[in-house]
């Protein structure tokens, strides 16, 4: 069965660097049209998307967090990773992977989901 | 600020039938699809309705999704305590180089 798995400390500083890590497994990375994206909630708020990266390694960012992520795969391992450099308090949130799902060349986003990580951002 | 507008919250008693909206623009819902996830309490959202009124596999019918212009809607029919959670309107933007949008969610309390 399909299952994603986020991984990575449960506390960074300020200023820091996160670095996030997505195992999954049940599907391939390299399947056509797959991907992965990272979406994250602050505790009681709403999901804010991060970013995504498909099999055939395109990527795209949020807008607004563009200039601070990075997401890269490695498909030998199933893992999906993303850096965010400059951590903030208000980065503190829940962070999830979630699959994008290739089904007969059509894309429904966000079919299966991890359980995410919380990441506290404090001094 | 989200750039989807949902409802900040949506009550309903048992078996009543509740309607969760979903306001975007032409770049999101106007020309993409609209999708709805169910975060239940201290979990991580699930599929609910992909491609505007399509239900996954294990999905009751008694949630259907719809859409006409720039807004969509989730409807919850035969209202039952276990649907009390925070529902999320999903779509893509084709602003600037494309990405995901996400609605400020729905918290649905049956009363």
């Known amino acids: 069965q399909v299952t994603l798995k986020e991984s990575g400390p449960v506390l960074v500083k300020p200023t820091e660097t996160l670095t996030l890590t997505c195992t999954v497994s049940?599907?391939?990375?390299?399947?056509?049209?797959?991907?992965v994206s990272w979406i994250r909630q602050p505790p009681g708020k709403a999901l804010e998307w991060l970013a995504h990266i498909f099999s055939n390694d395109e990527k795209s960012y949020s807008t607004s967090l563009k200039s601070r992520l990075t997401i890269s795969k490695d498909t030998s391992k199933s893992q999906v990773v993303l850096t965010m450099t400059n951590m903030d308090p208000v980065d503190t949130a829940t962070y999830y992977c979630a699959r994008i799902g290739d089904y007969g060349g059509s894309m429904i986003p966000f079919d299966y989901w991890g359980q995410g990580t919380l990441v506290t951002v404090s001094s | 600020q989200s750039v989807l507008t949902q409802p900040p919250s949506a009550s309903g008693t048992p078996g009543q039938r509740v309607t969760i909206s979903c306001s975007g623009s032409s770049s999101n819902i106007g020309s993409n699809y609209v999708y709805w996830y169910q975060q239940l309490p201290g979990t991580a959202p699930k599929l609910l309705i992909y491609r505007n009124n399509q239900r996954p596999s294990g999905v009751p019918d008694r949630f259907s999704g719809s859409k006409s212009g720039t807004s969509a809607s989730l409807a919850i029919s035969g209202l039952r305590s276990e649907d009390e959670a925070d529902y999320y309107c999903a779509a893509w933007d084709d602003s600037l180089s494309g990405f995901w949008v996400f609605g400020g969610g729905t918290k649905l309390t049956v009363l």
């Open positions: 049940g599907f391939s990375l390299s399947n056509a049209r797959m991907g």
